[in-house]
């Protein structure tokens, strides 16, 4: 088994200047370097936009989780754009809506509150990877 077919490539969009950008990027490192370590990857979107082979390719060959920070979803788009699957789409909005106590703010560093949705979001995340892992919607 080749090691991209045992990883999950995590995508965050880059929404510099957005409290809900910051937090979608803050979830991936949550995600890639503390709960999933040796079962995810992590692509910067830059990467995919200036179309670097070597994520390309990662997103070619690996099952793909696109954390977007906005309606517009770029990173889900792009991984597309770059011939990429999604297999799961995920929209801080919709995390945030669930968990609307917890109020991002600051954009270079979030507030706790923002660095906690970000821990929160990982962690369903990491979760539903297990889930999508167990049921063979995933093969990492």
Avoid at 21 to 48: F, H, I, Q, W
Avoid at 49 to 59: H, I, K, N, P, T
Wanted: charged share 30%; proline share 3%.
């Amino acid at each position: 088994m080749s090691e991209t077919s045992r990883l999950t490539v995590v995508v965050p969009c880059s929404g510099i200047g957005k409290a809900l950008g910051s937090v979608s990027r803050e979830a991936a490192y949550e995600l890639c370097d503390n709960l999933r370590p040796a079962s995810t990857r992590l692509v910067a979107l830059s990467k995919l936009v200036l179309g670097e082979e070597e994520a390309r390719r990662l997103v070619r060959r690996s099952p793909v989780v696109t954390i977007d920070g906005c309606k517009k979803m770029c990173a889900a788009s792009l991984v597309r754009h770059s011939d990429g699957v999604v297999s799961r789409e995920v929209a801080v909005l919709d995390v945030f809506r669930r968990h609307s106590h917890l109020k991002p703010d600051g954009i270079a560093e979030l507030n706790e509150d923002g660095r906690e949705l970000a821990r929160v979001l990982a962690t369903e995340i990491a979760d539903d990877l297990a889930s999508l892992l167990s049921d063979g919607g995933i093969h990492a």
